[in-house]
T-cell receptor, first 117, second 118 residues
Framework: AQSVTQLDSQVPVFEEAPVELRCNYSSSVSVYLFWYVQYPNQGLQLLLKYLSGSTLVESINGFEAEFNKSQTSFHLRKPSVHISDTAEYFCAVSLALTFGGYNKLIFGAGTRLAVHP | NAGVTQTPKFRVLKTGQSMTLLCAQDMNHEYMYWYRQDPGMGLRLIHYSVGEGTTAKGEVPDGYNVSRLKKQNFLLGLESAAPSQTSVYFC?????????????????FGPGTRLTVL
């Protein structure tokens, strides 16, 4: 069975500082990896995903994540955060299905990023 | 497109009351899901549907029922609410077979329903 561990429940950081949100997963088969962001009082939005190909994936707002198969990790990074990045971030994994199955998403517990001025 | 919408946004129930949460999507997606979100536990899958007229149990189905009578709607019912069902409920949908892989694997989420059971 797949599982996801987000190692930090809260990450406080000052504006313009770099940040890394850690995510490790366990699975005996190939997986797809996702980062979702949840702004206060809102639903989840897909931030970025790894399906195949380049192990470094980027989002449109400056976040990036690198799939590391040997370390079973998919850490999220941003070189310089803004106040507006304050949100909860969820790492998720699903089986690498081409078709069929119900594509169950397993979520980590979430990391609350708090950016301070 | 409105995407995935959920009604109501907020609800307070007394123990033993019943209610139905409605999820609607206008993207012609095959798959729909109901999750609950609790502090420190991420999102957990309650029930899901792989197409109109089908439903199946997820990780935490007890105390909930679902129906998918129309492709665009997925209803979540609580027959006899309990305080343990106090949570934020999210609906999600995704494309079915035939979609490109990148699109096939992305779930789109609604804004959530915050339910309190007293």
């Amino acid at each position: 069975a797949q599982s996801v561990t987000q190692l930090d429940s809260q990450v406080p950081v000052f504006e313009e500082a770099p940040v890394e949100l850690r995510c490790n997963y366990s699975s005996s088969v190939s997986v797809y990896l996702f980062w979702y962001v949840q702004y206060p009082n809102q639903g989840l939005q897909l931030l970025l995903k790894y399906l195949s190909g380049s192990t470094l994936v980027e989002s449109i707002n400056g976040f990036e994540a690198e799939f590391n198969k040997s370390q079973t990790s998919f850490h999220l990074r941003k070189p310089s955060v803004h106040i507006s990045d304050t949100a909860e971030y969820f790492c998720a994994v699903s089986l690498a299905l081409t078709f069929g199955g119900y594509n169950k998403l397993i979520f980590g517990a979430g990391t609350r990023l708090a950016v301070h001025p | 497109n409105a995407g995935v919408t959920q009604t109501p946004k907020f609800r307070v129930l007394k123990t033993g009351q019943s209610m139905t949460l409605l999820c609607a999507q206008d993207m012609n997606h095959e798959y729909m899901y109901w999750y609950r979100q609790d502090p420190g536990m991420g999102l957990r899958l309650i029930h899901y549907s792989v197409g109109e007229g089908t439903t199946a149990k997820g990780e935490v189905p007890d105390g909930y029922n679902v129906s998918r009578l129309k492709k665009q709607n997925f209803l979540l019912g609580l027959e006899s609410a309990a305080p343990s069902q106090t949570s934020v409920y999210f609906c999600a949908s995704r494309k079915g077979q035939g979609a490109p892989k990148a699109e096939y694997n992305e779930q789109f989420f609604g804004p959530g329903t915050r339910l309190t059971v007293l």
